[in-house]
């Protein structure tokens, strides 16, 4: 199972950015999914930003609350994470995650390469 985020790029205090995240190969069920968060500047581990389950129930970051919204489309396997009013802290790379059980229902928990966000001001 592989993961392939997109959509980051370089944007100004306020603006907005869609990522957006694709789970492929021989997938039976996608579970939980979620947006990540890694500053390339500091030895932390990355921060949860959003998380959606299969139900629909979203969890976010204190920090994104009323500025991100997570999204998900099971026929399209993937995942999507509205960024608006964006600020200089934003500035990272955003990691994909998904989990879930493949066709030969063996369980994964896979990982995009990250997509790099810069905020500007």
């Known amino acids: 199972v592989q993961l392939q985020a997109s959509g980051g790029g370089l944007v100004q205090a306020g603006g907005s950015l869609t990522l957006s995240c694709v789970v492929s190969?021989?997938?039976?069920?996608?579970?939980?999914m979620g947006w990540y968060f890694r500053d390339p500047g500091s030895q932390r581990d990355v921060d949860t930003v959003?998380?959606?389950?299969?139900?629909?129930?979203?969890r976010y970051a204190d920090s994104v609350k009323g500025r991100f919204t997570i999204s998900r489309d099971d026929a399209k396997s993937a995942v999507y994470l509205q960024m608006n009013n964006l600020k200089p802290e934003d500035t990272g790379v955003y990691h994909c995650?998904?989990?879930?059980?493949?066709?030969?229902?063996?369980?994964?928990?896979?990982w995009g390469q990250g997509t790099l966000v810069t905020v500007s001001s």
């Open positions: 190969g021989s997938i039976l069920t996608l579970n939980d």
């Open positions: 959003a998380t959606i389950e299969k139900d629909g129930s979203r």
């Open positions: 995650n998904a989990r879930g059980r493949s066709e030969s229902t063996e369980p994964f928990n896979s």
